[in-house]
Structure formats: C-alpha cells, structure tokens
C-alpha cells in the first residue's frame, strides 16, 4: 500500500489551476457559440433568399423571395418561420437523424427569429423592381445595349419634330381658309388633312397582322390595390430615373415583353399597355397608333415644308383653286391653301408609315425626299388603297415602340413602372402555383435578428441583412 500526501499549498494550486483550465474551456465554448450562432444566421439568410420565385425568375430575370409562398396574402411572418426552420437545422444537423453516442456540447436552442425591414419590388413606385431590372440588363449584354436607342433619342430629339405643332398650323391654316369656299375643289383632299379621327381602321388596313380585342383583367393588380409598403430602395448605387437609367430600362422592356407586332395570337400587348394602360388590346393599340401617327405626321409636316420641290406641286394645285375664290372673297389664299395641300401630303405619308410599321417594313426617323412613298401629290386622294410595306430601311415597330416609351418614361416613370409589374403579375399568374402571385409580396432585402439560449441558460441576440442586390455601406 502506497500513500500519498498533498500540501495545501499544492491544493491551492491545483484549485486555481482547474479554474482557470475551466475558465478557458468555458471561454472556448462561448467563442465557438457565437461563431455557430453566425453561421447559422447566414445559411438561414441565404437557405431563406434560395426559395426565390424561379418563374420570375426565369421568365424575367428577377430575384425575389415570394413571401406569400403559394398562399393567397404575403406574409413577413411566413418568411420568419422559414428563417428560424433553417436556423434550427444548421444548429441541430443531426436533428432526426439517430447517432449512437452522438453529443451536442453547445446545447444551443433557437428561442425567436423574425424578419423585418423588407424592401419590395413595388416600392417607391416600383424603382425596386426597376432597379433590378437595369442591372438585369447590364449583366446579359453590357450598358453598351442601350448605345443605339441612345442614338436614337439624340436623333429624334436634335431633328426639331418636337417644334413642331401641327394642330398650331392646321389651325392658322383653317383661320386664313374659312372664309374661302372651297369645299368642292378640297373634298377629295379634306379627309386626308386630319386622320386621328378612325385612325385604327385607316391604319390597320394591308397590315398583315389581325389586332386582338383580347381584354386585360386589371382588377386586383400591384397599380390597382394597395400594395404592401416596405423600406424602398436600399441604398441604391445610382438614379433609377436618370437618362441611362431610363434607357436600359427601356431596354428590358423591350427584351422581356411583347408587342403588336411580335404578340403571341392569343397573347397580350404588353408594351403598348405598359405605354397606355388600357384594358383591351385593341384599345392599347389604338392609343400606340395614335401616338405613332402624331410623331410621324410631326416629322414629315416638318420635312415637307423643307422641300421646295413638294412645295411646287402643291402650289399647282392650289393657284387655279384660290384665283378662283378670289373673285368671290377678294383675298388672295394661294399660301394657306398651298399650306392645306402639303399638311394633307404629309398625313397621308404618315398612315403609310405606320401601315408599314405594323406591317413588319421600316420607317426612317427623319424621311428625305427620295424615302417618301407619295412622290407625287396627285396619288394622295389615293393612298387609303396602298397597303403598307414590310421591308425598307430606318427603324421598324419595336424600335419605335422604345422610342415612344422612352419619351412617355421621362414623363411619367412611375406610371409606367407600376404597369409592368402589372403585366409581370397578369403573366405569373397564369403559371402553376401562382394564382395569386403579387409583386408587393416580393422581397429583395430584409434584416433579421434572432434569440438563442445555450445549455448553461445564456442568452444571444444577432441581427444581419441580406439582399439579392448590392448594398452600399
């Protein structure tokens, strides 16, 4: 038998000594909690921002977590109870699963994990949405896309269409005109003067593609209701309303959503209701028409009065005509006539313009003389019969369809904005389990803070943010 002594000196050190070997290791586990508790915080962020809507994504290359998740209202709270799920299995991996002598040293238990400070696609009048739609952009074909539609803009802003105002001449011309009886001599002529009047039906004519009457259930959708608010835009690295801005958006617009001329049969105008806000087709149709009409009755008024050799034939036609009604009112009205004649020339070469924009054909900005399809004055009684061409050379229907949007985005940006959501939720809606997809219920960014207790009781609080975009610090 051996036996063993122990000072107290020893025993005093020894007792420090298991303290502080106890002390560490307690030290250890905290610091090794903490870092637990972090890991499971960002896998349940990013396991939280993987349940991405993949319709919208797919079809529109947009990134949102769908918090209604199937269900008919978004819920924060459902997003919670994902979050805290997938917190609560990166704690306990094993959970479910059975391991023979398999221990947990932390004993960390998830008491409460909440999302909250959502920033949703409609917020701010849809520039979230908006925003990630020009990024969307910027990564599948570069900022250089929009360089042509740029050019474009220039084009059309630097050539002085938008001086012109054609109701301002039209009106000097029937002031200077309405005492002259003329009325046999024009009547042929007269019905093309002014066109927006039946101009669907005059335009629509030799296009070969039938208009829908297809209607747009509208009721319910994000411009519609009361959308859900969130935070806005997160820090945003540039203007979404800026002219760059403006132009990519345009851009994705005219990538993602279809028009008149590319439609399916059965399928929505989305563009022109993005431009107009109609609820049939063919009432954004006539509303695109319209539009197209005045830019290029505009255009050509405007050339026209430039070209002294159109000038001469219509001072043909009009010197006989006025002599004649000189005798009658004793004034001369051989330039306000001359003038009617040209703006009837014109309009008549703008319907066949857009007849050839609906047809498929091209149509230059800024038409020279030789582009004109009405070379001579005598023919524009006649153009009603002329069908629209599908070739040529200039801008077709889509690129004057981003022109028109560009112009109208400058105006009204939120306007159009909330329309595309509208057109993104009609879409989605007809997709499998998306009957009641709402853009308000789409989240970009969130933070989110939880409560955890180890098994010595001890209380954790984190609080992190996650977005699908990046955040400016």
């Excluded at 007849?355 to 009405?374: A, I």
């Excluded at 879409?427 to 998306?434: A, D």
């Amino acid at each position: 038998m051996y036996k063993g002594s122990i000072t107290v000196f020893m025993s005093l050190i020894l007792g420090l000594l298991l303290s502080l070997v106890l002390t560490v290791v307690d030290s250890a586990r905290y610091s090794a909690e903490k870092m637990r508790i972090e890991m499971a915080m960002n896998m349940g962020l990013v396991s939280t921002f993987a349940e991405y809507n993949r319709e919208l994504l797919e079809k529109y290359d947009l990134a949102y977590i769908d918090s209604s998740y199937g269900n008919s209202v978004p819920s924060l709270k459902e997003t919670s109870m994902h979050l805290k799920e997938y917190m609560d299995y990166e704690l306990h991996p094993s959970r479910g699963l059975f391991f023979t002598g398999a221990g947990d040293l932390y004993g960390l238990n998830i008491k409460n994990a909440s999302a909250d400070l959502p920033s949703r696609a409609t917020d701010d009048g849809g520039r979230v949405f908006k925003r990630q739609a020009i990024e969307a952009v910027k990564d599948m074909y570069g900022v250089g896309i929009a360089e042509d539609l740029h050019n474009h803009v220039k084009d059309y802003k630097g050539s002085g269409i938008l001086k012109e105002n054609l109701d301002e001449r039209r009106a000097k011309i029937d002031k200077k005109l309405k005492d002259a009886d003329i009325g046999s001599d024009t009547k042929k002529y007269k019905k093309t003067y002014d066109m927006r009047e039946g101009i669907i039906s005059r335009t629509i004519y030799g296009s070969y593609i039938k208009p829908s009457h297809k209607k747009l259930m509208l009721e319910g959708l994000a411009s519609y209701r009361e959308n859900i608010d969130g935070i806005g835009v997160v820090k945003p690295r540039y203007d979404t309303d800026s002219l760059t801005s403006n132009l990519l958006y345009t851009e994705y617009l005219s990538k993602k959503f279809r028009n008149y001329v590319d439609a399916e049969e059965d399928g929505y105008y989305e563009q022109e209701y993005i431009l107009n806000g109609k609820n049939t087709n063919i009432a954004n149709l006539r509303c695109t028409v319209e539009k197209l009409f005045s830019m290029r009755a505009a255009a050509n008024t405007m050339m026209i009065f430039r070209d002294s050799g159109k000038r001469a034939q219509a001072q043909a036609i009009a010197e006989p005509i006025a002599a004649a009604a000189a005798i009658a009112i004793k004034v001369d009205i051989t330039e306000p006539l001359t003038d009617f004649f040209m703006v009837c020339w014109s309009t008549s070469e703008a319907v066949l313009d857009v007849r050839t924009l609906l047809s498929g054909g091209k149509v230059p900005l800024v038409k020279q003389s030789e582009d004109w399809r009405l070379q001579n004055i005598l023919k524009v009684p006649f153009s009603g019969a002329m069908k629209g061409k599908t070739d040529g050379e200039g801008l077709d229907y889509s690129n004057y369809m981003k022109l028109l949007m560009v112009i109208e985005n400058e105006v009204h940006p939120t306007v159009m904005t909330m329309r595309a959501i509208d057109m993104i939720e009609l879409n989605l809606r007809e997709t499998p389990g998306n009957g009641n997809f709402r853009m308000d219920g789409c989240i970009e960014f969130l933070e989110a803070d939880a409560e955890i207790t180890d098994c010595a009781g001890r209380k954790f609080t984190i609080r992190r943010s996650y977005s699908y975009m990046p955040v400016i610090e």
